[in-house]
């Protein structure tokens, strides 16, 4: 079946049954598909059809969840919009993306100037609301669609994904309906198969619908099928009470929820029954794995991907965690299925011998067409196939000429007892060039470090030319939506 067939079986498969619990609230499969007619039949009377672009200010909450699956329903193409942006940055962006139509909640409708430039751009709109009566209603003002010109018909495009934006700009990727039918079907084989079976086990999602997770997390629950249990924020107390009721097997934490939990101290009964926890997106600490696996007596499985890739490239497998055991911490996994890594000389583009450090390439039958794609992430992959990522070359630092690489620095402030994250960044320097640099998160709750405290903590473990020649602790990093931290926003604290 393809993507939109297989949606239309699920939703009819058992209509009344729970398809998200959103704040102690069930949702059923036959509200999510009576949100999708609806958009359908008011996008065909404004004139939009199948194939066109369709903006969606996505947020974590079930009509929204309704309103993607509409636009992968009707094949026309979910272009992703944030709408946690400043109102200004928002409202440049619908200018600039010409859409003929966007779907936002009532509450970003209200966002002053949103209505203005949608209508600047010609867009027709649609609003989404908490009102089990009506959860979909034509934005008064945005009735009709404008002459435009609007972005071009989008055929065979599931979604214009926005890249996470740690290190810059976010941009956008074009993902296919046979790409995101790929990407669900290799996280998830049952997805692939003809035949549906409700599943009952919930899948817990955190992860924003406005990035690759978000959507690759709750797209594998749709298709499977299985129920979601949908959290706009994540907070140990709501997550503990979700795992107490439903007791899934398979957890899935971002590295920042691993420390999150750690530090909260969540009693190791709730983890009764657990298999293991899955988490990806950003580096987490060998030291803050070990401290969880030896406390919750579960295994971590790391993964690494990027929007680019749609999906992971790379997985550590409980199979591998098993037969290896704590011989490949710190690695992110070996290749997955369809998948080959290498590792490169920068300059030369020669291939390196397993151990040694280099430039990461990849290549899938998924989405590269045979041709290897060329990463900015350092990486070195051991003679049993386990990667190991040590930074982001464009994020090297050359400090007279040694170079700095900003996860070594990291690595060590994280071990310091009173620190819950850092950023390490580099500052120009009209002698050394450049010099880093760190911004560091303390616990919420304890006691702060002071400067001088790190600064010994950092010259105990690094070489002189790596310690960061300022220090500045703050109560949060700035972050992505995806609670990657935000590096423009971290050079802003510091002015650079």
Same mark, same amino acid.
């Given at each position: 079946?393809?993507?939109?067939?297989?949606?239309?079986?699920?939703?009819?498969?058992?209509?009344?049954?729970?398809?998200?619990?959103?704040?102690?609230?069930?949702?059923?499969?036959?509200?999510?598909?009576?949100?999708?007619?609806?958009?359908?039949?008011?996008?065909?009377?404004?004139?939009?059809?199948?194939?066109?672009?369709?903006?969606?200010?996505?947020?974590?909450?079930?009509?929204?969840?309704?309103?993607?699956?509409?636009?992968?329903?009707?094949?026309?193409?979910?272009?992703?919009?944030?709408?946690?942006?400043?109102?200004?940055?928002?409202?440049?962006?619908?200018?600039?993306?010409?859409?003929?139509?966007?779907?936002?909640?009532?509450?970003?409708?209200?966002?002053?100037?949103?209505?203005?430039?949608?209508?600047?751009?010609?867009?027709?709109?649609?609003?989404?609301?908490?009102?089990?009566?009506?959860?979909?209603?034509?934005?008064?003002?945005?009735?009709?669609?404008?002459?435009?010109?609007?972005?071009?018909?989008?055929?065979?495009?599931?979604?214009?994904?926005?890249?996470?934006?740690?290190?810059?700009?976010?941009?956008?990727?074009?993902?296919?309906?046979?790409?995101?039918?790929?990407?669900?079907?290799?996280?998830?084989?049952?997805?692939?198969?003809?035949?549906?079976?409700?599943?009952?086990?919930?899948?817990?999602?955190?992860?924003?619908?406005?990035?690759?997770?978000?959507?690759?997390?709750?797209?594998?629950?749709?298709?499977?099928?299985?129920?979601?249990?949908?959290?706009?924020?994540?907070?140990?107390?709501?997550?503990?009470?979700?795992?107490?009721?439903?007791?899934?097997?398979?957890?899935?934490?971002?590295?920042?929820?691993?420390?999150?939990?750690?530090?909260?101290?969540?009693?190791?009964?709730?983890?009764?029954?657990?298999?293991?926890?899955?988490?990806?997106?950003?580096?987490?600490?060998?030291?803050?794995?070990?401290?969880?696996?030896?406390?919750?007596?579960?295994?971590?499985?790391?993964?690494?991907?990027?929007?680019?890739?749609?999906?992971?490239?790379?997985?550590?497998?409980?199979?591998?965690?098993?037969?290896?055991?704590?011989?490949?911490?710190?690695?992110?996994?070996?290749?997955?299925?369809?998948?080959?890594?290498?590792?490169?000389?920068?300059?030369?583009?020669?291939?390196?011998?397993?151990?040694?450090?280099?430039?990461?390439?990849?290549?899938?039958?998924?989405?590269?067409?045979?041709?290897?794609?060329?990463?900015?992430?350092?990486?070195?992959?051991?003679?049993?196939?386990?990667?190991?990522?040590?930074?982001?070359? #464009?994020? &090297?630092? %050359?400090?007279?000429?040694?170079?700095? /690489?900003? !996860?070594?620095? +990291?690595?060590?402030?994280?071990?310091? =007892?009173?620190?819950? #994250?850092? &950023?390490? %960044?580099?500052?120009?320097?009209?002698? /050394?060039? !450049?010099?880093? +640099?760190?911004?560091?998160?303390?616990? =919420?709750?304890?006691?702060?470090?002071?400067?001088?405290?790190?600064?010994?903590?950092?010259?105990?473990?690094?070489?002189?030319?790596?310690?960061?020649?300022?220090?500045?602790?703050?109560?949060?990093?700035?972050?992505?939506?995806?609670?990657?931290?935000?590096?423009?926003?971290?050079?802003?604290?510091?002015?650079?």
């Amino acid at each position: 079946m393809s993507l939109s067939e297989r949606l239309h079986a699920v939703l009819a498969l058992e209509p009344q049954s729970c398809a998200i619990e959103y704040s102690r609230r069930e949702y059923s499969w036959a509200y999510l598909g009576s949100i999708a007619a609806e958009i359908d039949k008011r996008l065909n009377g404004a004139g939009i059809p199948r194939g066109k672009a369709v903006g969606l200010l996505g947020r974590n909450r079930p009509w929204h969840i309704g309103a993607m699956l509409a636009l992968f329903q009707t094949e026309r193409c979910y272009v992703v919009i944030n709408p946690l942006q400043p109102a200004a940055k928002l409202a440049e962006e619908l200018q600039q993306l010409q859409l003929q139509a966007v779907i936002a909640d009532q509450e970003d409708w209200r966002v002053p100037g949103l209505i203005e430039a949608a209508r600047a751009a010609g867009s027709f709109g649609l609003a989404l609301c908490a009102n089990a009566e009506t959860p979909v209603s034509t934005v008064r003002e945005l009735s009709t669609a404008g002459a435009g010109p609007h972005m071009q018909p989008l055929p065979g495009v599931a979604v214009q994904m926005l890249t996470s934006g740690t290190t810059g700009v976010p941009k956008r990727i074009t993902i296919s309906t046979s790409m995101l039918d790929k990407g669900v079907a290799d996280g998830n084989r049952s997805a692939s198969k003809d035949q549906l079976v409700m599943k009952r086990s919930p899948t817990l999602v955190f992860a924003p619908i406005v990035n690759t997770s978000g959507v690759y997390s709750v797209m594998l629950a749709m298709l499977s099928p299985r129920p979601v249990v949908l959290f706009e924020k994540f907070r140990v107390d709501d997550w503990v009470d979700a795992v107490r009721r439903h007791r899934p097997k398979v957890l899935s934490l971002l590295p920042t929820m691993i420390t999150m939990v750690l530090d909260a101290n969540v009693p190791k009964e709730l983890f009764e029954g657990v298999v293991a926890v899955q988490t990806s997106t950003a580096p987490l600490s060998p030291q803050a794995q070990q401290a969880f696996e030896e406390r919750y007596g579960v295994p971590i499985l790391i993964d690494y991907g990027a929007t680019e890739f749609n999906g992971s490239v790379a997985a550590l497998t409980l199979e591998d965690r098993k037969q290896f055991g704590n011989s490949k911490l710190g690695s992110v996994g070996r290749a997955r299925p369809n998948c080959e890594l290498r590792i490169v000389d920068p300059d030369t583009r020669n291939e390196l011998a397993p151990g040694e450090v280099g430039e990461l390439e990849v290549r899938s039958t998924r989405f590269s067409n045979g041709e290897w794609i060329r990463t900015n992430d350092l990486g070195s992959i051991d003679a049993d196939g386990f990667l190991f990522l040590h930074g982001r070359a #464009d994020q &090297a630092i %050359i400090r007279g000429g040694f170079k700095v /690489l900003p !996860q070594k620095v +990291i690595d060590v402030l994280k071990e310091h =007892p009173l620190v819950l #994250d850092a &950023a390490v %960044i580099a500052r120009p320097d009209s002698r /050394l060039g !450049q010099v880093p +640099i760190a911004a560091v998160e303390a616990y =919420p709750g304890k006691q702060k470090p002071t400067v001088a405290e790190l600064e010994t903590h950092a010259r105990e473990h690094l070489l002189p030319y790596q310690v960061p020649v300022e220090i500045k602790i703050v109560d949060e990093l700035p972050r992505t939506v995806s609670m990657k931290v935000s590096l423009p926003g971290v050079k802003a604290l510091f002015g650079v």
